[in-house]
């Protein structure tokens, strides 16, 4: 006998089309852009849980763009998203950190452009700690031209068409939006598929965590010291002292934020004075999630989705989680500008 109560199980695949087939003008190639970084998810998830047995931990030897040491698990990553996208021949080029300037993919006349930080928070690799993949799709302004320049897809975060993670941690969740809400898919390893487990996902209006690395605290603004310190009051009307978690992988932090509510931030600093995380591939795509949960995400003074970008690399402070905590740190910030 049918268990009529069960819930049903939805795949990623049956997910993607039935909010297709809410458009019926739409081509299906956006469908396929996500079941493609679907399935380079996978093959990624499976290589990062067996990382220690396998010869994917540790430096490649080389430096990317940014300076940093590049891991073998960083440009493992990169190769299979870009060989993902490359299969349907609908996405012109990519823009990843691990790339200094943009890849063109097989047909240059492919209407969307992806930006990508294939493995989020390359410094817990090695010790096993939750990591991710992060990415933003936008449309081509000049669809079908084969002229390709990263001029093209230098546009505000408010135009990405969809924009997701991957967080490979105690189970491995794959997290997107198309600007209807947001949706969460738990990979079940024995079947190989992305399931459906939290749909249309909502942020506390308000959380009690704040997230951010205060090794770093000499070099701050006086606001956010001193929003810290708020922070950190014992006031039991307002639940403080608020909790401090800091992951180091901006996916687990702000997916944690997403969940509990709260703040997670990453300001500019002596050592980056323009913060450290790059604004295209991992401050809008998350910004974009967390605002279609119904939070907020600024660089101090304006919305993150609505900087026009300069750069493809280019750097932004970020203070993104719960509307109350984000324009509590921005009363701070104005207050002591
Ligand atoms: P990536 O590994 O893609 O270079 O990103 C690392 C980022 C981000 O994941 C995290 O929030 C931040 O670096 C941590 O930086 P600190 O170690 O300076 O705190
Ligand atoms: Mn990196
Ligand atoms: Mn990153
Ligand atoms: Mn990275």
């Known amino acids: ?12 695949e049956e997910y993607i089309i039935q909010a297709q087939n809410k458009f019926p003008g739409a081509t299906g190639d956006l469908s396929q852009l996500l079941r493609d970084i679907g399935l380079a998810a996978k093959i990624i998830s499976r290589e990062v849980n067996k990382a220690g047995i396998t010869n994917i931990l540790g430096e490649d030897g080389s430096k990317n763009i940014h300076g940093e040491s590049v891991k073998k698990l960083d440009l493992f990553a990169d190769e299979q998203m870009i060989s993902a996208l490359n299969r349907a021949e609908i996405t012109c080029m990519v823009i990843s ?12 006349g492919g209407k969307y452009i992806v930006y990508l930080d294939p493995l989020d928070g390359s410094s817990n690799i090695d010790v096993n700690v939750s990591i991710g993949s992060i ?24 135009k990405q068409v969809a924009a997701g993670y991957v967080l490979y941690g105690s189970s491995t969740l794959l997290t997107y939006t198309t600007g209807m809400g947001v949706s969460v898919f738990t990979l079940d390893p024995s079947i190989g598929e992305f399931i459906l487990s939290e749909d249309d996902v909502k942020i506390p209006d308000k959380g009690t965590i704040y997230s951010v690395n205060e090794g770093s605290y000499h070099s701050w603004d006086k606001g956010l010291k001193q929003y810290i310190k708020y922070c950190q009051v014992e006031d039991k009307e307002t639940s403080r002292p608020y909790k401090a978690r800091y992951i180091g992988s901006m996916v687990a932090d702000v997916h944690r934020t997403l969940k509990t509510g709260g703040i997670f931030i990453y300001p500019n600093s002596s050592q980056y004075p323009n913060g450290k995380l790059r604004l295209m ?22 919305r993150i989705l609505e900087i026009e970008p300069e750069a493809i690399h280019q750097r932004t402070p970020i203070f993104i989680g719960s509307q109350e905590n984000v324009l509590k740190v921005k009363e701070f910030l104005d207050k002591y500008s």
């Open 281 to 302: 591939y991992e401050c809008n795509p998350l910004s974009l999630i967390i605002e279609q949960a119904g939070g907020l995400a600024i660089d101090g003074k304006g």
């Open 97 to 108: 950190e691990e790339n200094d300037g943009i890849v063109e993919l097989d047909n240059a």
């Open 1 to 12: 006998m049918v268990d009529r109560n069960k819930k049903r199980v939805i795949t990623l």
């Open 135 to 158: 990415f933003s799709i936008y449309m081509r302004e000049k669809p079908g031209s084969n002229q390709l320049s990263a001029d093209e897809a230098l546009q505000p975060g408010l």
